[in-house]
């Protein structure tokens, strides 16, 4: 997947899902960043080979650099924490100690790195200065015992050397000669060795020191809030772009008007836009050009019965059923508005009116008057024929040569009909009555249809041989520039119920900025298709 089809996917398809999952985990990284507690930092540094004799070369620095890391591993015996534990005037155990502290040598250097971490600034000081010094002591007071010995052994050495100098001293055999030349030079070697471990026994016997000791910490080194949250920032964007890329994976909702147009090969008849609160100019605009553009569907056939269903329940039929009635009447056309959805019938409620009796009554009854079941509506000019009592099987009654009768002679006494079928799932409905109709406009919400139901709607109306005459896209958002809405920009309505109507509210910084994106992504891959005649 290319990088601008990655942008529109984030910031377009799966807005919502990739902005809402990456609010949330970068508020969960917020608050766990501020939540942790402060830790403070103190530092101190040990100084290996300072007072000892030193060796000339290069060699020097290396052994006391191998001599550092030897004492690293010393720094971390049990007895030396025991040591630091007793040491210190607060109490800790050594499992809590070995926590705090980190030790480390300083490459290239003869210098041991001592840091310690606490929630108290004192106290990660006095840990830190407390565990150098302590070292150093035992390391101290070891040396001095070991020079101390050596010591002993040499002055005793060098009594024994001494005493057979002397006693070969008058001797002129050449054999004796010899062994006082080796006595003299062992003495010699004797009284040096003496002098080096009284020297190292008077700089305190210890080749390890305290280079600088601890200074009390002003600011805390944990949490570090722009390192978490950068890294917060970095994980959110990544859970938000798995996120959306799962939800787009398992997505089964039509994005745009061409997704819908590879599926049926129909023209796009109208869009219907968000009924807006005390406006219904917009909506009675797009219902004035779904029936123009019916009226130039095969010029010389006209469309005077046009069925109107759906592939699923709830993507606004009914409502556009009664807004194209509505379109014809202001035509001054004489309008029949006939409920066929014998399931789960509404036209009456948004034509303003509703009986007891009905198409149902006109089919089981042969004998029974038309007008007697047709009523007037709150619209001029539309007159409507309700769904009549509901049959247990609606497929079977309006299969029927009866209702097709019905149908005709209903055409023959009105300029126009609109009839209101069922959703073209809900059963085999449409099946029966689809080939008796002029044709059937099929009403799709993008945001509710899948691919699959309108794979199934096509297929099913395909099967019936009635004939599809095209496509209304309902509940179109105003400000979308997609479909060519832009004098209606300014609001975005909320999700409405099936008649359309919506409160009036501000388009979302989201769908604003997906909408750039999108028109920006536009520009980039080339020439676009003509836009779907209205």
Excluded at 155 to 160: Q, T, V
Excluded at 180 to 193: G, H, I, P, S, Y
Excluded at 261 to 286: C, H, N, Q, W
Aim: proline fraction near 6%.
């Amino acid at each position: 997947m290319s990088l601008p089809q990655l942008l529109e996917l984030f910031l377009v398809r799966q807005r919502r899902t990739f902005f809402t999952v990456f609010a949330v985990a970068f508020a969960v990284a917020i608050v766990v960043t501020f939540a942790l507690p402060r830790e403070y930092k103190a530092e101190a540094t040990l100084f290996v080979g300072e007072n000892r004799p030193l060796a000339a070369g290069a060699s020097a620095v290396q052994l006391d650099e191998v001599l550092a890391r030897t004492y690293v591993q010393l720094l971390r015996t049990p007895d030396v924490e025991r040591a630091v534990v007793r040491a210190l005037p607060f109490p800790i155990t050594r499992s809590e100690l070995a926590q705090k502290v980190g030790i480390e040598v300083v490459t290239g250097t003869r210098l041991i790195h001592m840091s310690a971490l606490d929630q108290d600034p004192e106290r990660a000081r006095r840990i830190a200065d407390g565990y150098a010094r302590t070292f150093v002591a035992r390391q101290r007071a070891s040396s001095a015992d070991v020079s101390r010995g050596q010591q002993e052994a040499l002055r005793a050495r060098i009594g024994e050397l001494a005493q057979d100098v002397q006693r070969l001293q008058g001797s002129a055999e050449p054999r004796d000669v010899a062994a006082r030349a080796r006595a003299e030079t062992e003495l010699q070697a004797a009284r040096d060795a003496y002098v080096a471990t009284a020297q190292s026994l008077a700089l305190q016997g210890s080749n390890v020191s305290l280079a600088s000791s601890a200074d009390l910490p002003k600011d805390p080194s944990k949490p570090r809030p722009k390192l978490y949250l950068a890294l917060g920032f970095v994980l959110a964007a990544a859970l938000a772009a798995g996120a959306a890329l799962l939800r787009d994976r398992f997505d089964d909702r039509l994005r745009d008007e061409h997704e819908l147009l590879a599926l049926i090969d129909v023209p796009v008849l109208a869009r219907i836009p968000y009924e807006e609160a005390g406006d219904k100019a917009a909506t009675a605009e797009a219902f004035d050009i779904l029936q123009a553009n019916l009226r130039v569907i095969d010029v010389g056939h006209p469309h005077r019965m046009v069925g109107v269903t759906s592939p699923m329940p709830e993507e606004g039929k009914s409502f556009t059923a009664s807004g194209l009635a509505g379109a014809y009447a202001r035509l001054g056309a004489r309008v029949l508005a006939v409920e066929c959805d014998l399931r789960r019938p509404k036209l009456g409620r948004y034509l303003g009116a509703d009986a007891e009796k009905g198409m149902t009554n006109l089919l089981v009854e042969p004998r029974r008057d038309v007008d007697e079941l047709t009523i007037p509506t709150a619209v001029r000019g539309i007159e409507f024929l309700p769904a009549g009592p509901l049959p247990p099987s609606p497929a079977a009654l309006l299969g029927t040569t009866r209702a097709r009768a019905v149908l005709s002679d209903l055409r023959d006494r009105y300029d126009q009909l609109v009839v209101d079928t069922p959703p073209v799932t809900a059963g085999a409905d449409l099946t029966a009555l689809g080939p008796a109709l002029d044709g059937l406009i099929l009403v799709v919400d993008l945001g509710h249809s899948g691919r699959a139901a309108i794979t199934a709607a096509r297929d099913q109306i395909e099967r019936s041989g009635a004939r599809l005459l095209g496509v209304v896209l309902n509940r179109v958002r105003a400000w979308d520039r997609r479909y060519g809405l832009e004098d209606y920009a300014g609001y975005v309505p909320t999700p409405a119920p099936e008649n359309g109507t919506a409160r009036r509210s501000r388009p979302s910084w989201v769908s604003e900025l997906g909408l750039r994106v999108r028109d920006g992504l536009d520009r980039l891959s080339g020439p676009q298709q003509p836009r779907q005649e209205r």
